[in-house]
Nanobody, 117 residues
Framework: QVQLVESGGGLVQPGGSLRLSCAAS????????MAWYRQAPGKQRDLVAA?????????AVSVKGRFTINRDSAKNTVYVYLEMNSLKPEDTALYYC?????????WGQGTQVTVSS
């Protein structure tokens, strides 16, 4: 069974930090590219950061130098983390975990991040 479950969102002040976690269960994810996307109200869903199974990372320009993606695995589950520092109000969005292998793409339910004073 394939499942992605995000956690770690919340309310944080500008300049603060948060760590998002995603547990992706299913053998397909061991060789999948894992990513975090975000979607603000009224806007499209955009890529935030991605990491391949070999550890190669890519970041959106707006988060480069502030966010870090990494991954780990245990048995049949891949864990993907997004460390977010120096958060800005414009980082406010619903953050989604994604796993992609070939044409197969899987999504979590999202976790809300709100940056506000």
């Amino acid at each position: 069974q394939v499942q992605l479950v995000e956690s770690g969102g919340g309310l944080v002040q500008p300049g603060g930090s948060l760590r998002l976690s995603c547990a992706a269960s299913g053998s397909i994810f061991s060789l999948a590219t894992m990513a975090w996307y975000r979607q603000a109200p009224g806007k499209q869903r955009d890529l935030v950061a991605a990491i391949t199974s070999g550890g190669v990372t890519d970041y959106a320009v707006s988060v480069k130098g502030r966010f870090t993606i990494n991954r780990d695995s245990a048995k049949n589950t891949v864990y993907v983390y997004l460390e977010m520092n120096s958060l800005k109000p414009e980082d406010t969005a619903l953050y989604y975990c994604n796993g992609q292998r070939g044409i197969a793409s899987y999504w979590g339910q999202g976790t809300q991040v709100t940056v506000s004073s």
